[in-house]
């Protein structure tokens, strides 16, 4: 199953669509509720970082037979030292999305602790792409 | 303890979200801060907050938390509301401050 959702930067109305809709899509799959969970933390973060932090972006969703990649390309401003972006209290947020509560700089640290795996890369002037991988089975590998 | 019965105790309004007073009550996280609620709350937990906007219902429907209540008479968002009569989540409100609802909700659920 193949699925793509568009997020426009500075949208917050929107944020969670898309996660919502994979969510749903793994309690039909009857995956462990640990695991939807996981997934649901990890990709609400990464959703709202387009958000907050790019231009526009589109989520690529797959799911196969045993797991499901989340991938999300961004047109933005890109991660100039992910290794700081991942620390967590990090954060480069405007005034107006620290004022909603976003801004912690708790994302990244909440997508690595939730994500069975996690990838980041990013072009400065370019954007971002933030890949996590969702396996079904295993709840205890977390 | 369900919603229903939490806002009778605590006297909380209830602005929408009423299909869901029947919750039940697992225990409670206190944040403004959107990504410690979406790391750290849990399943069935009350969050109390001032935050008001829509990000709030949605962080609620997604970690299926029982109920939000927003402090010192803070008035939900338009859109905030209609998202949660849609998710059936209820939001409710009170006058007093976050330390004194915590105490109360503590002493209740504890
Ligand atoms: N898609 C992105 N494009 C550009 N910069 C990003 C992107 N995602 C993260 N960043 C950078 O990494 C920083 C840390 O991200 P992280 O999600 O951890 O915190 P935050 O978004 O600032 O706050 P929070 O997630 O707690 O609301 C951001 O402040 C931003 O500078
Ligand atoms: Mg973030």
Redesign the pocket.
């Known amino acids: 199953m193949h699925f793509e959702y568009q997020i426009e930067g500075g949208n917050f109305t929107r944020a969670g669509f898309a996660s919502s809709e994979i969510k749903k899509k793994l309690k039909q799959l009857n995956v462990d509720l640990g695991i939807v969970k996981r997934t649901v933390v990890a990709t609400y973060?990464a959703e709202?970082?387009?958000v907050?932090?790019?231009y526009s972006g589109t989520i690529y969703v797959d799911f196969d037979e045993e797991k499901v990649v989340i991938r999300l390309v961004?047109e933005?401003?890109?991660?100039p030292d992910i290794e700081q972006?991942m620390k967590e209290g990090?954060?480069?947020?405007s005034s107006t999305v620290r004022e909603m509560g976003?801004?912690?700089?708790?994302?990244?640290?909440n997508m690595k602790k939730n994500a069975d795996d996690l990838q980041v890369s990013s072009e400065v002037g370019k954007g971002?792409t933030v890949q996590i991988t969702m396996h079904y089975q295993n709840p205890n590998n977390k | 303890m369900t919603v229903q019965q939490l806002t009778e105790k605590l006297n909380l309004k209830v602005y929408g979200g009423k299909k869901g007073l029947g919750n039940e009550i697992s225990g409670g996280y206190v944040s403004d801060?959107?990504?410690d609620v979406m790391g750290n709350a849990d399943t069935g937990e009350v969050w109390i907050t001032l935050q008001t906007h829509k990000n709030v219902m949605a962080i609620a429907s997604l970690k299926d938390l029982a109920a939000i209540i927003l402090v010192n008479n803070h008035q939900p968002e338009e859109d905030t509301l209609n998202q949660a009569n849609e998710e059936g989540i209820p939001l409710l409100g009170t006058h007093m401050g976050t330390f004194e609802i915590t105490g109360k909700l503590y002493e209740l659920i504890k």
């Open positions: 973060e709202v970082n387009v907050a932090h790019a961004d933005g401003p890109g991660i972006a990090f954060s480069t947020a976003f801004g912690a700089g708790m994302g990244l640290p971002t | 801060l959107l990504s």
